[in-house]
T-cell receptor, first 110, second 115 residues
Framework: RKEVEQDPGPFNVPEGATVAFNCTYS??????FFWYRQDCRKEPKLLMS???SGNEDGRFTAQLNRASQYISLLIRDSKLSDSATYLC???????????FGSGTKLNVKP | GAGVSQSPSNKVTEKGKDVELRCDPI?????LYWYRQSLGQGLEFLIY????????KSGLPSDRFSAERTGGSVSTLTIQRTQQEDSAVYLC?????????????FGEGSWLTVV
C-alpha cells in the first residue's frame, strides 16, 4: 500500500468554482503534513502546511483528520493561475522522511 | 545562495556513460534530499543526508547510483553506466533542520535524458 494516496484527477473546473482535494496516508505515526503545488515541468513548491486545527491562507483552506488519516485542501474562487498539480506530503520517522503523493491535477478553465 | 541550486539543468548522455549531478543547498540548511521524477509520475525518494550522520540510502534503485555530500554542504549524485530508464528529472531539496514543521525546498532539477 502506498504511503500517501491521492485521486489523480484531472479536476476540470470553471473560474470562480470551489474545488476540494483529499489525500489519505497509511501510517498513523505521520507527524507533519503539507500541500505542495507543482506546475508543468517545474519543481514542487510549498503551498501550505497543514495543522491539526485546520488552517487558512487566503482562498486556500487545509484540514487534517488524524482519526481517519486524511488531509484535505479546499480552493475557493478558483483562478486560471491555480491550474497545477497539487501534491500531498506527509513527514515522519523523527521528521526525517517526506512521503509524496502522486498528485492531483487541477485545470481551471475560463 | 537564496535557493537550492542544481547543475546541470539539462543533460543528454549516451547509454552506458556515467553522469554527475550537483546540488548546492540553501545556506545553513543541514538536511539534503535527492528525489527523482519520471515524466508524469510521482516523486521517488533516493537518498537523504542529515548533518554528519550516515546518509539514508534506502531509496537508491541500484548500485549504479551513489551520492556524497562533502563538508556538509554541496552534494553530488552519480549514476554509473546509465540506462534509458534513468531518464528523469533529478530533484534536490534542502531543509533547515529536523524540527517539527520544517519542510523541504526544492531546486529546479536536473533533467537527464539517456539516449
Amino acid at each position: 500500500r502506498k504511503e500517501v494516496e491521492q485521486d489523480p484527477g484531472p479536476f476540470n473546473v470553471p473560474e470562480g468554482a470551489t474545488v476540494a482535494f483529499n489525500c489519505t496516508y497509511s501510517n498513523s505515526a505521520s507527524q507533519s503534513f503539507f500541500w505542495y503545488r507543482q506546475d508543468c515541468r517545474k519543481e514542487p513548491k510549498l503551498l501550505m502546511s497543514v495543522y491539526s486545527s485546520g488552517n487558512e491562507d487566503g482562498r486556500f483552506t487545509a484540514q487534517l483528520n488524524r482519526a481517519s488519516q486524511y488531509i484535505s485542501l479546499l480552493i475557493r474562487d478558483s483562478k486560471l493561475s491555480d491550474s497545477a498539480t497539487y501534491l500531498c506530503v506527509v513527514n515522519r520517522d523523527n521528521f526525517n522522511k517526506f512521503y509524496f503523493g502522486s498528485g492531483t491535477k487541477l485545470n481551471v478553465k475560463p | 545562495g537564496a535557493g537550492v541550486s542544481q547543475s546541470p539543468s539539462n543533460k543528454v548522455t549516451e547509454k552506458g556513460k556515467d553522469v554527475e549531478l550537483r546540488c548546492d543547498p540553501i545556506s545553513g540548511h543541514t538536511a539534503l534530499y535527492w528525489y527523482r521524477q519520471s515524466l508524469g509520475q510521482g516523486l521517488e525518494f533516493l537518498i537523504y543526508f542529515q548533518g554528519n550522520s550516515a546518509p539514508d540510502k534506502s531509496g537508491l534503485p541500484s548500485d549504479r547510483f551513489s551520492a556524497e555530500r562533502t563538508g556538509g554542504s554541496v552534494s553530488t549524485l552519480t549514476i554509473q553506466r546509465t540506462q534509458q530508464e534513468d531518464s528523469a528529472v533529478y530533484l534536490c531539496a534542502s531543509r533547515l533542520d529536523r524540527a517539527a514543521g520544517n519542510t523541504i525546498y526544492f531546486g529546479e532539477g536536473s533533467w537527464l535524458t539517456v539516449v
